[in-house]
């Protein structure tokens, strides 16, 4: 996924890029409100983590903006503020969950995933691929010959191709799904992870749609 995170306590900032990037996601880490909304005019994001106290501005306004342009990517509060009254405010405002400060960072992992899921319309974490049984919560596939294991990256493009049954997803989205704004994207890398989830898969997992892109088949 392409994540954008909005935090300006560099200390959590700097755990949460490294937690989700560990996780083969892209991040892509703000400090405030004129950047975030600048990020979000030109990139297309699949999640928002969001704090609430920024320095140039609030960002509850922020999501309500979001939500104003029918931006409908899911959002996940993350703030010190624990007042019930709070935390109703952000969800009307459009938030999707709502984690009040200090949280586990792998409670926000696991947060981050049921959020996609539900947004993908399968908020179901296991499914079937053929003789293949996957559990996306817990990153695992079990086949006819036990257990399939993806890197981190190959997971990274799974999920995307999953989170679109049927649907052809660009190499474009695909590269997106892995480089954040200050990394460099290599020419031939999603044509590698795939011919690596092929062979972990079977060829005719992933069809290619020429000069579109890729397809799960999932039948």
Avoid: C
Avoid at 86 to 107: Q, T, W
Avoid at 154 to 159: R, T
Avoid at 186 to 199: A, D, G, M, P
């Amino acid at each position: 996924m392409r994540i954008l995170l909005v935090e300006d306590d560099p200390g959590l900032g700097g755990a949460i890029r490294d937690q989700i990037s560990a996780e083969g996601h892209a991040a892509d880490w703000m400090t405030g409100v004129e950047d975030a909304r600048a990020s979000v005019a030109t990139t297309s994001y699949d999640l928002v983590l969001l704090d609430l106290n920024l320095p140039d501005g609030s960002g509850l306004d922020f999501l309500r903006g979001l939500r104003a342009r029918k931006e409908t990517m899911p959002v996940i509060i993350l703030t010190a503020r624990d007042r019930v009254t709070e935390r109703i405010a952000g969800l009307n405002a459009g938030a999707d969950d709502y984690m009040v400060k200090p949280f586990d960072l792998s409670e926000l992992s696991a947060r981050i995933g049921a959020v996609s899921r539900r947004y993908a319309g399968n908020p179901s974490p296991r499914l079937a691929l053929g003789p293949l049984e996957i559990d996306i919560a817990d990153r695992r596939i079990d086949g006819p010959e036990g257990e399939v294991t993806l890197s981190q990256r190959e997971w990274a493009i799974f999920e995307a191709l999953v989170k679109r049954p049927g649907s052809v997803v660009s190499k474009t989205q695909l590269e997106e799904t892995l480089y954040a704004f200050d990394a460099e994207v290599e020419s031939n890398t999603i044509e590698v992870y795939v011919s690596r989830l092929r062979k972990k898969l079977g060829r005719d997992r992933i069809e290619t749609r020429r000069g579109m892109g890729y397809r799960l088949v999932r039948e």
